[in-house]
């Protein structure tokens, strides 16, 4: 028989999911943090939840550390603090006794660095996948897809996990954008460049197989799945089973072509994220045009770039530092 605070959090987790359309992944990290915390502190009743009690959780937290023997970051221990303030905020208005969410301060946490592509970097990254040899069975294939990836990411500023979960009749190649649902279940619309809707076209062009999903395995694409025979006779529930690539193999995927370009730093999708976006601003582009573009809720979100971007700072720069040498 569940507590009742296990049935409250049970109802919170089903109100996250269904009620805010979260995903599931946020569904399983909101129930991972609280019950950390609830599990700790021995927490049987909403009222049972106090001040003292999320102190002496956060100094638990900040003295924690990882299968790694490292401290967990403070964006994480931030992430347990945000999770239990939404519990708290749920309970609050089903008028159930209990600590008020806004008595819970988030730890400060050091500015984020941005890691991006450099112009040299990034024209050498894009045309790693044309560096490779062809000659293996399925190569052509294989490099066709792995460049159409590298271009979507760049071109889009899409995150692994959009891109991963896109569909081939979602995208029209006559046309250059498309819509994508993001965090939130939130909608906005992405825009693909010349090279981008190029190598779209010659990957899918040769795509032998009948997966509905926009970027798929090598094995697959090469017909190596089910005919429509027996296409027709599944299931809609074995249909729904099938998967694109995962964002794991697409992150593996982006660090290969970096090494091959032979970049040192550590490349991600995320980080293709911060050059389509930091490109954007250095050309000119507006933060809250970028904002749209890139799915923020909030603006503050996409002011880290501003100081990278800053257009004015390095005039003033180049116009009054070292003027007095000779």
């Known amino acids: 028989m569940p507590t009742r605070i296990e049935q409250l959090l049970n109802e919170f987790l089903d109100y996250v999911e269904i009620e805010k359309g979260r995903s599931k992944s946020t569904r399983r990290n909101y129930d991972f943090y609280i019950k950390r915390f609830l599990g700790w502190a021995n927490i049987q009743k909403p009222e049972e939840i106090t001040l003292d ?31 239990l ?5 749920y309970m609050a208005k089903r008028d159930i006794e209990t600590l008020a969410a806004e008595k819970i301060e988030l730890a400060k946490v050091s500015e ?52 991963a979960k896109l569909k081939r009749d979602e995208i029209n190649l006559r046309g250059d954008q498309f819509s994508v649902k993001g965090k939130g279940g939130k909608v906005r619309v992405v825009f693909l460049s010349n090279q981008a809707r190029y190598w779209l076209k010659k990957y899918l062009d040769v795509r032998q197989d009948i997966s509905p999903y926009l970027f798929t395995r090598n094995d697959r694409a090469n017909g190596n799945t089910k005919t429509e025979k027996h296409r027709n006779t599944e ?36 980080v ?33 770039y501003t100081h990278v971007t800053n257009r004015q700072l390095r005039e003033v720069h180049q116009a009054f530092h070292g003027r007095r040498r000779k």
């Open 53 to 83: 009690k999320i102190r002496s959780f956060r100094l638990y937290l900040n003295r924690l550390t990882s299968q790694s023997r490292t401290e967990i970051k403070k964006n994480t221990q931030n992430y347990h603090l945000i999770a």
């Open 85 to 89: 303030r939404s519990f708290l905020k």
């Open 112 to 163: 984020r660095q941005v890691t991006f592509l450099e112009s040299d970097e990034l024209a050498k990254f894009l045309e790693a996948p044309l560096s490779l040899p062809k000659s293996e069975k399925g190569a052509n294939i294989t490099l066709m897809r792995d460049k159409a990836i590298l271009e979507t990411l760049f071109s889009t500023g899409l995150r692994v996990s959009e891109l």
């Open 235 to 270: 299931t809609e529930e074995q249909r729904n089973k099938e998967t694109g690539l995962t964002p794991r193999s697409i992150e593996r995927l982006v660090e290969k072509y970096a090494k091959i370009a032979g970049i040192t730093k550590n490349i991600t999708p995320h």
């Open 272 to 304: 293709l994220r911060h050059s389509f976006a930091t490109d954007l601003l250095t050309n000119g582009a507006d933060l809250r045009s970028v904002q749209e573009l890139l799915g923020h809720a909030s603006i503050s979100t996409t002011q880290i």
